[in-house]
Each structure stands twice: as structure tokens, then as C-alpha cells.
């Protein structure tokens, strides 16, 4: 989303499967989409989410369902400003330079959204300094986790490294195939990737990302089953 702080994004994963997930899931998306135009920094966008969630999950208790967490990466880029990353107990990002694939933990360490109470630690962004051209893939669990027939994970970072030449169009729907070749059709979770590029004139007053949520996979389909 473009905001007057800048090009933000979010990638998300909820936890368990169905409608009350489907429903954790959206109220996480709309806290966000609000919240990041009017919030001035990611920490009070990620606060403002943690709310919503908790709201959520008092309300499905209430019917006798059950809490569910969220896990969320957000990023942050403003132009000569620099850019931030704020994990929410997401899994790592990779990042793309120079033909080189590097997983980055950026972040890491803040809990996932609903579980925010168990600790005093309030979540910190942390500031990275990208580059022009700079790739940046965030996925959920459901691509780095999916199984081969024998057994073993998808090796995201290895096949990254194949695609360095790729578009990220082509590189998201290259992967995708790739994926369901690995898995044969049978992925067992949701699988989501965002492929972000830094434009080459990452100096400008505007935030520099040439493509942003480039191809969002949804590539479990059967994930509620």
C-alpha cells in the first residue's frame, strides 16, 4: 500500500484452517490496511493489528472457538528514509543481489499477533539498507515446508538462485510450477509469496520499489479442507 509513510507491505499466515481462520486472517488485513495509512511508525501499525486480533479471538471465545495467532512480516520503504522490517514471529524473507541468495532474519524474534501478552518486550523494526535492484521474497511456511515424495523440504533458497535472472513475474510463476512439480499437486498448506524489486533510482524522493506484490500465489487449494 502506498501511505504517506511510504510504500508499506505485509505478508501474513494464520494459524489453523476454515472459516474461523478465514475470519482471524481478515481482521488482521483490514487493521492493516487501515492502520498503515494513519500510524506513523510499524510498531503502532503491528500494535494496531495485535488489537484487532485480540478483539477477534475475545469474540470466538465467546462462541466457544477457538484463538488463533497470526504470524506477519511487515516492511517499510520511504524513499531516501531507508527501509525497516518488523517480524511478528513470521519466518525469514530471502533477499536477492548481485546473483547472490541470502535468507535474512531481520526482525526476528517478536511474537506472532495474539500472543503479544505473553511478554513485556514491546516489537522493534529493525532498519535495513537495500539496494538498487535488490530483490526481497517473502513467503509463508507452506513454501518453505512442503514436502517432496521423499519427504525431504522445498529448497526455496537453492531454487532462488537457479531464477536470479528471471523478471519477477516470470520468477513467481516459475516457482509456482516448480512447487507443484516438487509436491506433486499435493500441497498440504496455504503457500504464498510476494516478490518485491527496488527500482534502480532507489536515491529518489519516492519509495523506490519498481514492483511491489508483484504475484500472489495461492497455490493450496485445498487448504481448508
Not at 484487532?52 to 520503504?77: D, H, I, K, M, P
Request: aromatic fraction near 6%.
Amino acid at each position: 500500500m502506498e501511505t504517506p509513510h511510504g510504500l508499506r507491505l505485509m505478508i501474513g499466515d494464520v494459524q489453523g484452517k476454515g472459516m474461523p481462520a478465514i475470519g482471524a486472517g481478515h481482521e488482521v488485513l483490514a487493521s492493516f490496511r487501515e492502520a498503515a495509512h494513519y500510524k506513523d511508525s510499524l510498531e503502532a501499525v503491528a500494535e494496531r493489528m495485535e488489537q484487532a486480533l485480540a478483539r477477534y479471538n475475545v469474540r470466538s471465545a465467546e462462541r466457544g472457538g477457538q484463538e488463533r495467532f497470526v504470524t506477519a512480516l511487515l516492511l517499510e520503504v520511504r524513499g531516501e528514509d531507508g527501509t525497516k522490517v518488523l517480524s511478528c514471529g513470521h519466518i525469514p524473507y530471502y533477499l536477492v543481489r548481485d546473483g547472490q541468495v541470502t535468507e535474512r532474519n531481520d526482525g526476528e524474534g517478536g511474537l506472532p499477533l495474539g500472543l503479544g501478552w505473553l511478554t513485556d518486550e514491546p516489537r522493534q523494526s529493525v532498519a535495513v539498507e537495500p539496494v538498487a535492484d535488490d530483490w526481497i521474497v517473502l513467503c509463508t511456511d507452506g513454501v518453505t515446508e512442503a514436502r517432496g515424495a521423499d519427504g525431504a523440504f522445498y529448497p526455496l533458497a537453492d531454487r532462488l538462485a537457479r531464477w536470479t535472472h528471471l523478471e519477477p513475474d516470470e520468477l513467481a510463476h516459475t516457482l509456482r510450477a516448480d512447487l507443484e512439480r516438487f509436491t506433486g499437486g499435493e500441497l498440504k498448506d496455504d503457500a504464498t509469496v510476494l516478490i518485491v524489486r527496488r527500482g534502480p533510482h532507489a536515491a529518489g524522493p519516492q519509495p523506490a520499489v519498481e514492483q511491489a506484490a508483484e504475484d500472489q500465489l495461492s497455490m493450496a487449494r485445498a487448504a481448508a479442507a
